[in-house]
């Protein structure tokens, strides 16, 4: 069950709450923006669980990358856009392993959150 927080007294409330059960103050609907922070918060997560000390990278948000690996994939622009200059070249070099890597980015991108983080 997701939560939000109180505009009036800024406390966690359910997020198909009307009225905060807190203060009792009438809350509009602001469900986008908090889906947004729990999925920022799950990435804080996964950053803690990092073995591997990389560096974060981000946040990325996956339409904008879906959009440049479908259309301009094949030029490795995804690749710069999540700051792998190197991988980017590489795509630009090969097309993008003859599409193969272009097809394989977006399945991994299908499975991230709207908005995500990368780890190298
Ligand atoms: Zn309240």
Redesign the pocket.
């Known amino acids: 069950m997701g939560t939000k927080l109180?505009?009036?007294?800024?406390?966690k409330?359910p997020v198909n709450a009307q009225i905060?059960?807190?203060?009792?103050?009438k809350?509009d609907e602001k469900r986008i923006i908090i889906e947004e922070e729990q999925e920022e918060t799950r990435e804080e997560k996964e950053s803690r669980q990092n073995p591997f000390g990389f560096q974060k990278h981000g946040p990325f948000y996956k339409w904008v990358t879906l959009v440049l690996a479908i259309f301009l994939g094949w030029l490795g622009i995804h690749k710069f856009y999540e700051r792998k200059y190197y991988m980017g070249l590489l795509y630009l070099i090969t097309g993008g392993f003859c599409g193969i890597g272009i097809v394989l980015d977006i399945l991994v991108l299908l499975g991230k959150p709207k908005i995500y983080y990368n780890y190298y």
């Open positions: 109180c505009k009036n007294c800024a406390s409330i905060c059960p807190n203060c009792g103050a809350v």
